[in-house]
């Protein structure tokens, strides 16, 4: 009976993506497991709430059903680099068409193939670790662009992952977790990603300088001190961690600059490359960039990925 009712949810799901696709420009949506989801629990009163705004997803809650929807660039004009998009959202919601949707479209329009990952959104009413959930959903993804690189035409080599606040916790988790057995995977690709792009991100779950509601979400209002450290990415990095860019404005008011900035330190004590942009205002949740001095970002970005041979056919 269980079983039943999970096939009709994810049935249902599906459908609904597949109206999706149609309503926005991605060239295709897919599940994210062709098997089972790990860790999962049957909810069929735990229901996926999409918000829209002029047939445009705006925003995702209450997410049990990963997908990645798939942006391809104008044909010819791809340079084989890919990138795995995790929006913000505090992990209660994903931000997916300003951190998600126009991330993927500016992406596209310097020749790199782009995903947005619709991850889940941890909750001990679908998962049976909710502080895992989302670190599965990621190392995953990795490996389905990895498997299907040919299909899309992207470097196996060349598969950075880019994270906006709490989607940049997960991206940093990924970054200094992806070797650890989340799950058990049908195959032994790596799930590490080959650079990180970083923007305006939660990394600590210290309670200085977190954001106190993508913590509380993902290993609750009293979590011990083992939890708070092992999910406090900037403890975590190593030689290996992949190079990142970061970018935050000195004016964050909810995700304080110091995540950035520790963050940075440990790559640069760990000699990983690493470009951190401080600007002076922007604020938090500036997406592609406002008026401020946040605006200029993407430029910034884009330089740094031609220095490292990420927008080289």
Known sequence: MKNSKLFFHVLGALLSFGLQQKIQAQDEVIPLWTQSIPGAISASEYQEKDTYKED????????????????LPKKGTSNGTAVLIFPGGGYSHLSMNKEGKKVAEWLNSIGITAFVLRYRLPSDKIMTDKTVGPLQDAQEAIRVLRRNCKKWNIKENAIGIIGFSAGGHLATTLATRYAEKVYQATDSISARPDFSLL?????????????????????????????????????????????????????????????????????????????????????????LGVKETSLY??????????AHNYLTP
């Open 56 to 71: 445009v997803l705006q925003s995702s809650s209450m997410v049990s059903i990963p997908t990645l929807a798939v942006y």
């Open 199 to 287: 923007l305006y991100p939660v990394i600590s779950m210290n309670n200085e300088i977190t954001h106190k509601g993508s913590r509380e979400k993902l290993i609750g209002s009293a979590p011990s001190l083992e939890l708070v450290e092992k999910f406090s990415n900037e403890l975590h990095v190593n030689s290996t961690t992949p190079p990142a860019f970061l970018v935050h404005a000195s004016d964050d008011a909810s995700v304080p600059v110091e995540n950035s900035l520790n963050y940075y330190l440990a790559l640069k004590k760990n000699a990983v490359s690493a470009e951190m942009h401080v600007y002076e205002k922007g604020g938090h949740g500036f997406g």
């Open 297 to 306: 970002w993407t430029t910034d970005c884009q330089n740094w990925l031609k």
